[in-house]
């Protein structure tokens, strides 16, 4: 079956850098986009990133826009989250995400991802 993981995640203070990694199994990886979500505490699930099966688009909340960068190794099976200029409100547990179909487009809806990861801490210290 299809499993994530995820990992990478840590303590940073404001302003710092953390790359996040997530490791796919159980599937052709480079047939399916990607997506990174977060989600804080009393929070609703939020789209930070996403990334074509191809690697040659991908979309970013606002939030994150200029910030965070997706990337993909499909010889290693991993989408990364690059993030830079954190802040505060960057806390939150992240997760990959992968959906069903494959060579589909860009997603940011969370309802369209059929598979996810457990989640890695990101806690940003002001």
């Known amino acids: 079956q299809v499993q994530l993981v995820e990992s990478g995640g840590g303590l940073v203070q404001a302003g710092g850098s953390l790359r996040l990694s997530c490791v796919a199994s159980?599937?052709?990886?480079?047939?399916?986009?990607m997506g990174w979500f977060r989600q804080a505490p009393g929070k609703e699930r939020e789209f930070v990133a996403a990334i074509r099966w191809s690697g040659d688009s991908t979309l970013y909340a606002d939030s994150v826009k200029g910030r965070f960068t997706i990337s993909r190794d499909n010889a290693k099976n991993t989408v990364y989250l690059q993030m830079a200029s954190l802040k505060p409100e960057d806390t939150a547990v992240y997760y990959c995400a992968a959906p069903l179909t494959p060579w589909g487009p860009l997603l940011r809806v969370a309802v369209e991802y059929d598979y996810w990861g457990q989640g890695t801490q990101v806690t940003v210290d002001s």
């Open positions: 159980g599937r052709a990886f480079s047939r399916y986009s």
